[in-house]
Structure formats: C-alpha cells, structure tokens
C-alpha cells in the first residue's frame, strides 16, 4: 500500500526522515506574473446616450399633433352643429300648435341624440387608436 500518495481522498502520513507533502488540491492559485500589463488598463468606451425619441422624430410629433387636433376640432364641430339642432328641435317643439308637430320635434331630439351617439363613438375609437400608436395602450 502506497501511503504517499497525493489523492485528496486518502491521507498523508507523515513518515519520520521526510518532508510531508501537501494534498493536490485541484485550485490553481493566482499568479501576478501571467498577468499582462496592457490588460490592466481598461478601454474607454465611448458611453451609449440615446437622445430621446421626439427630437429624433419630430416628424412623427408633428403627425400625432396634428391627429389630436383632428380629433378635437371634429368634435368641437359636432359639439356646435348638434347643439343648433337641438335649440331649433327645442323650439320647434315650444311653438308646436299641434301633436303631431311636437313629435316631430322629439323625433328630431332622439335623432340628435343618436347622432352624438356616434359621435362620442368614433371619438373615443379615434382616441384609443391615438393611444395605441402612442404605446399608451
């Protein structure tokens, strides 16, 4: 039996008349020597800024403004256009001699309120899409 051997599973037996020696243990320790002087120093690299994205695409700013007040003006006209309706079915339902003129003039008012209905409809169809574009979604 061999009891000088250096496997880190069997001991070493100190013998008198010789050095002991050390287990391999597998670790290869860190020499300074190896290291190279050139990889010591780091490289500056130049930093990675992106500007942000409406200065890179002021184009596309413009066109998602311009789209909002697309959006607002339309319905603005709608908010004007329906409300003349609405006065004059309002007044026309005042000055109703008859019954059948006073539901003409309430027809007329649910026709208006279908019609902002589908106003409000498409805006908000409008205003989601808007978003969706925009990531806001």
Known sequence: MDLMSTHPWQPVLDLPGQS???RASGITLWRPEIVLPGAASTAVRASRVVVAEPALRPEAVRA?????QSLLFSVA???LVLGIRAGTADTRAALAGSPGERVAAVMET???H???DNVLRETLLRAGALLEERGLR
Do not use: F
């Open 110 to 112: 649910y026709r208006i």
């Open 20 to 22: 002991p020696r050390s």
């Open 114 to 116: 279908a019609e902002l």
């Open 64 to 68: 998602q403004v311009e789209a909002t």
């Open 77 to 79: 006209e709608a908010q």
